[in-house]
């Protein structure tokens, strides 16, 4: 087991760290661990955080924003970390999401190279950047990226213009590519967040409570928000540059049995219907699982939660009911 999330020495003057998405599933978290590390935190979105937070806040749209005046923030705040949390999967369009996840990206490469004062970065992309892996899940030495989404093609492009930037030397940056997260805060229209909110509002009635949702055919690799924070910690901290660094558990689990995990540890009487395959809907199995190995060796990091206890403190949070674990 490792230990937990890095601190600075509070004897030393707080570092300065801003958070781009900071209000956002996974950027929450982080600004709450580098503010409990003893950071000085700045949370950057579009629309102030709908739960009370104790970091600073900036509302900004990094996708209607002139790199020029993201600059001249960058410079103000003079932050020693940029952590880029920035981007939705909740789009299908290719337009939209090379809108949402890679021109803020571009704008803040762009912004970053007219520095004086040059900030390290640490970049969230995301395992779908590598399409899905062979039906066997086996993951495939240094693999060709081949995104099959929206997403992962936009998210593809961003991670590949931070690489392009640190080789260069314009910029001092890593990348973790993230597998899919589970945990407090998860999204409403996540499949855990559907399925959740199904649990919570059916229970109500008493009974058997139905959760009708589509094939649940995908093998996915999922991993605690709190293990992603605490990755994203260690990238700020790491003297590595470069580099592309996949986050998650290392294992790719049936979805089907994280939903029926999800409803044991709720403890509501539920069955899970799975409504018929759509025309035309791909029959392959598709894989995820993420290669820990260059986690351990860059950022001395392994993920520290099992599924069932981050699936415990998300059904305790979004329920306000103790788990049945």
């Known amino acids: 087991m490792t230990a937990g999330p890095p601190t600075v020495p509070r004897t030393a003057p707080a570092r300065r760290v801003m958070v781009l998405g900071g209000t956002g599933f996974v950027g929450r978290t982080v600004c709450a661990d580098f503010r409990a590390a003893g950071w000085d935190v700045l949370a950057v979105a579009r629309t102030a955080p709908e739960r009370p937070a104790a970091t600073r806040f900036l509302a900004l749209d990094l996708a209607e924003t002139p790199s020029a005046t993201l600059a001249r923030v960058l410079e103000a705040e003079r932050p020693d970390v940029v952590v880029n949390a920035t981007g939705s999967i909740w789009s299908r369009d290719d337009a939209a999401m090379e809108r949402i996840c890679t021109v803020p990206t571009l704008r803040l490469l762009d912004a970053l190279a007219t520095l004086r004062h040059r900030p390290r970065l640490v970049h969230l992309g995301t395992v779908l950047e590598y399409g899905p892996l062979p039906p066997d899940g086996t993951p495939r030495p240094d693999p060709a990226p081949e995104p099959t989404t929206p997403y992962g093609r936009a998210k593809l492009a961003a991670s590949r213009a931070v690489l392009e930037a640190a080789a260069s030397g314009a910029v001092r940056a890593l990348v973790l590519r993230v597998s899919n997260v589970s945990g407090v805060g998860a999204p409403d229209v996540s499949l855990l967040g559907r399925v959740a909110e199904r649990l919570v509002t059916g229970s109500a009635g008493g009974g058997t ?64 219907v799975e409504r018929p395959a759509e025309p035309g809907a791909a029959s392959e199995r598709d894989w995820i699982r ?23 403190a998300y059904w305790a949070d979004v329920s306000g009911r103790p788990a049945a674990v």
Request: hydrophobic share 50%.
């Open 209 to 272: 409570v139905t959760v009708e949702l589509a094939p649940l055919r995908a093998h996915r690799d999922y991993v605690d928000v709190r293990d992603v924070s605490e990755a994203v910690l260690a990238a700020a901290l790491s003297p590595a540059s470069g580099r592309a660094v996949d986050i998650g558990r290392g294992e790719a689990v049936p979805v089907r049995w994280l939903v029926d995990l999800l409803v044991r540890v709720s403890g509501v009487p539920a069955r899970i």
């Open 290 to 312: 993420t290669d820990l190995a260059p986690a351990r060796e860059v950022l001395g990091w392994r993920p520290r939660r099992g599924l069932q206890e981050s699936l415990a």
